[in-house]
């Protein structure tokens, strides 16, 4: 971010700090020296802590900052409480408790946005309903009725909430760069995070995006599936409008005030298990956020998932490397788990400590060796393999982590319904499929040929590459280049304190030699004493410069 853009920003980075520094994370401050980002930034980190917050753990008051904080940072939240590999379980589990509701927006308000984006609204309803169904940090959804007499809910992005969260964003961003910079023991990269963050927040701006996953999750369907997708209504979506069927039935967060009978609840868990798996072991396109608020049960017996703006998409690779992983537990073998474990992390083996990894890889496995295929709990697994990289200081890609997020929260929906279903005994054909797939003969010739394909390519680049290589030889034209981590910061200090030894004896000449023209112009000598007073004004001019440069350059270098 720019200094203009931060200048800009000053107020909202002002309250950011006072309500952080005010739940008890001043510490942090001080070690990132974000103070300095800031006038009057010092002053602010001397607040004290809320009197009332000192008995809630430091977890606890995280979360309740964050819901302070407003929306964008609640969504940060929600996304960080799925990075089981950067955050410890104690935030996790406190993070998922962050509350999305907000005051509903004024009708008046929402009205104008409508009008706005779509035009004439008599002419696309019959009816709205001005109180909203729900509200949330993001959107809020209405009841409405199309001119043909359908029902349908209307989802609106609240008025001026991209703005709100892309100065956010901006703030966010300029903070992850200073903190890289200052704090260097941190579980996760924070400028990537901050990017990955910033992605899934357009993506939450844009409800086509929305509409877009909804109608390819319809269209993956299979014939006699128990799994259902709402209608995206076409001609009143926008940006900022998202038109969906209205969905009639039993929503599973509250499945207890309803009279589901148990039959019916083990029913739909596992219609809700077998899309999720076909989704993730299948189609590679997965809804990434299957909890018990986005479920349906619908009077024909099917389950309906909603808010489909949280997909993710794993390739056949990676689907692979997870059936690896979940076989090698099952059959105690070290060797296909740790493969599983580098493949799935995206892990070079050479960046991590091979014996370390074994041992505890060996301890990850002790958990389940008595356990049979069936008995292994999924969540408890994968959670064991996000431990383990978080120990090893190792960062899951993205994918990955929705993919476990998937996973997990069906199986955790499972639990709530169904206590007897056994998501890894459910999952053991999938498994074994996908297993069996990597030795089929149409496996092993796909193999074979893109292989082939790729020697093919080799051996045509080869002459060339070889022949350019024995002329840069022959011409002692060969050059090694070496990347040391460090070495560019090294660099440019060693290069930033000769050009101050420079300056200072330039400066220290010029101080002299002022002062010889002063000393010899005695009482006639008018025009060297101007001249040697004009060399004082132009020496201490250019210290004070020096000066002011390293006093800018020092928070930069300061661990």
Same mark, same amino acid.
């Given at each position: 971010?720019?200094?203009?853009?931060?200048?800009?920003?000053?107020?909202?980075?002002?309250?950011?700090?006072?309500?952080?520094?005010?739940?008890?994370?001043?510490?942090?401050?001080? @070690?990132?020296?974000?103070?300095?980002?800031?006038?009057?930034?010092?002053?602010?980190?001397?607040?004290? =802590?809320?009197?009332?917050?000192?008995?809630?753990?430091?977890?606890?008051?995280?979360?309740?900052?964050?819901?302070?904080?407003?929306?964008?940072?609640?969504?940060?939240?929600?996304?960080?409480?799925?990075?089981?590999?950067?955050?410890?379980?104690? $935030?996790?589990?406190?993070?998922?408790?962050?509350? /999305?509701?907000?005051?509903?927006?004024?009708?008046?308000?929402?009205?104008?946005?409508?009008?706005?984006?779509?035009?004439?609204?008599?002419?696309?309803?019959?009816?709205?309903?001005?109180?909203?169904?729900?509200?949330?940090?993001?959107?809020?959804?209405?009841?409405?009725?199309?001119?043909?007499?359908?029902?349908?809910?209307?989802?609106?992005?609240?008025?001026?909430?991209?703005?709100? +969260?892309?100065?956010?964003?901006?703030?966010?961003?300029?903070?992850?760069?200073?903190?890289?910079?200052?704090?260097?023991?941190?579980?996760?990269?924070?400028?990537? +995070?901050?990017?990955?963050?910033?992605?899934?927040?357009?993506?939450?701006? /844009?409800?086509?995006?929305?509409?877009?996953?909804?109608?390819?999750?319809?269209?993956?369907?299979?014939?006699?599936?128990?799994? $259902?997708?709402?209608?995206? $209504?076409?001609?009143?979506?926008?940006?900022?409008?998202?038109?969906?069927?209205?969905?009639?039935?039993?929503?599973?967060?509250?499945?207890?005030?309803?009279d589901l009978s148990e039959k019916k609840?083990?029913?739909?868990?596992?219609?809700?298990?077998?899309?999720?798996?076909?989704?993730?072991?299948?189609?590679?396109?997965?809804? #990434?956020?299957?909890?018990?608020?986005?479920? !349906?049960?619908?009077?024909?017996?099917?389950?309906? !998932?909603?808010?489909?703006?949280?997909?993710?998409?794993?390739?056949?690779?990676?689907?692979?490397?997870?059936?690896?992983?979940? *076989?090698?537990?099952?059959?105690?073998?070290?060797?296909?788990?740790?493969? #599983?474990?580098?493949?799935?992390?995206?892990?070079? /083996?050479?960046?991590?400590?091979?014996?370390?990894?074994?041992?505890?890889? =060996?301890?990850?496995?002790?958990?389940?060796?008595?356990?049979?295929?069936?008995?292994? /709990?999924?969540?408890?697994?994968?959670?064991?393999?996000?431990?383990?990289?978080?120990? *090893?200081?190792?960062?899951?890609?993205?994918?990955?982590?929705?993919?476990?997020?998937?996973?997990?929260?069906?199986?955790?929906?499972?639990?709530? &319904?169904?206590?007897?279903?056994?998501?890894?005994?459910?999952?053991?054909?999938?498994?074994? @499929?996908?297993?069996?797939?990597? $030795?089929?003969?149409?496996?092993?010739?796909? %193999?074979?040929?893109?292989?082939?394909?790729?020697?093919?390519?080799?051996?045509?680049?080869?002459?060339?590459?070889?022949?350019?290589?024995?002329?840069?030889?022959? *011409?002692?034209?060969?050059?090694?280049?070496?990347?040391?981590?460090?070495?560019?910061?090294?660099?440019?200090?060693?290069? *930033?304190?000769?050009?101050?030894?420079?300056?200072?004896?330039?400066?220290?000449?010029?101080?002299?030699?002022?002062?010889?023209?002063?000393?010899?112009?005695?009482?006639?000598?008018?025009?060297?004493?101007?001249?040697g007073f004009v060399g004082f004004v132009?020496? !201490?001019s250019l210290a004070g410069l020096v000066? &002011?440069?390293?006093?800018?350059? %020092?928070?930069?270098?300061?661990?």
């Open positions: 971010m720019s200094m203009l853009q931060f200048i800009r920003h000053a107020g909202r980075y002002r309250e950011i700090l006072s309500i952080l520094v005010g739940f008890g994370f001043r510490e942090f401050f001080e @070690k990132a020296k974000l103070d300095l980002l800031l006038e009057k930034g010092s002053r602010l980190l001397h607040a004290t =802590q809320r009197s009332d917050l000192e008995h809630f753990s430091r977890p606890v008051r995280l979360r309740m900052a964050i819901e302070e904080l407003g929306p964008t940072f609640i969504k940060l939240g929600q996304v960080l409480s799925t990075r089981p590999d950067m955050l410890p379980p104690e $935030y996790i589990e406190e993070l998922q408790k962050l509350q /999305d509701d907000v005051p509903r927006v004024p009708w008046k308000t929402i009205e104008a946005q409508l009008k706005h984006d779509l035009g004439d609204l008599s002419k696309l309803f019959e009816h709205i309903e001005e109180t909203p169904m729900a509200a949330a940090s993001m959107a809020q959804v209405h009841r409405a009725i199309l001119k043909d007499g359908q029902p349908i809910v209307l989802k609106v992005l609240r008025p001026g909430i991209d703005k709100t +969260v892309n100065m956010d964003m901006e703030i966010l961003a300029a903070v992850a760069e200073w903190v890289t910079k200052h704090v260097h023991d941190l579980p996760m990269d924070p400028v990537a +995070v901050v990017e990955n963050f910033s992605e899934a927040m357009r993506y939450e701006l /844009d409800l086509e995006h929305e509409g877009r996953n909804t109608d390819m999750f319809r269209a993956n369907l299979e014939e006699g599936e128990e799994a $259902y997708f709402p209608k995206v $209504y076409w001609e009143i979506t926008r940006k900022r409008v998202l038109g969906l069927e209205e969905i009639k039935g039993v929503i599973l967060s509250h499945w207890r005030e309803s609840r083990g029913e739909l868990v596992r219609a809700g298990a077998y899309t999720v798996l076909r989704q993730v072991l299948e189609k590679g396109f997965f809804h #990434a956020d299957p909890h018990p608020g986005n479920l !349906f049960a619908m009077p024909d017996g099917r389950l309906c !998932f909603i808010d489909c703006g949280m997909a993710g998409r794993v390739d056949r690779e990676t689907v692979t490397d997870l059936a690896n992983l979940i *076989h090698g537990i099952a059959e105690n073998d070290i060797d296909h788990v740790y493969e #599983a474990f580098l493949a799935l992390g995206r892990v070079n /083996d050479c960046d991590i400590d091979d014996r370390a990894l074994r041992r505890d890889l =060996q301890e990850f496995l002790d958990q389940f060796a008595s356990k049979s295929f069936e008995d292994i /709990d999924m969540a408890a697994m994968l959670s064991a393999f996000t431990d383990g990289l978080r120990k *090893h200081q190792l960062q899951c890609p993205g994918d990955i982590v929705l993919m476990i997020k998937a996973l997990t929260t069906i199986e955790g929906v499972a639990e709530d &319904l169904d206590p007897a279903f056994d998501l890894i005994g459910f999952a053991k054909p999938h498994v074994e @499929k996908l297993i069996k797939k990597q $030795y089929s003969p149409g496996e092993i010739k796909r %193999r074979l040929k893109n292989n082939a394909l790729s020697w093919v390519k080799l051996a045509e680049l080869l002459p060339n590459r070889l022949r350019t290589i024995l002329d840069r030889v022959m *011409h002692d034209n060969v050059r090694m280049t070496i990347d040391v981590d460090g070495l560019g910061t090294m660099e440019n200090t060693i290069h *930033h304190a000769s050009r101050q030894i420079s300056y200072s004896m330039l400066i220290a000449a010029m101080i002299m030699a002022s002062a010889v023209l002063v000393l010899a112009a005695g009482e006639e000598g008018h025009t060297l004493k101007v001249v132009i020496s !201490f000066l &002011l440069e390293n006093f800018m350059r %020092r928070p930069k270098n300061r661990d």
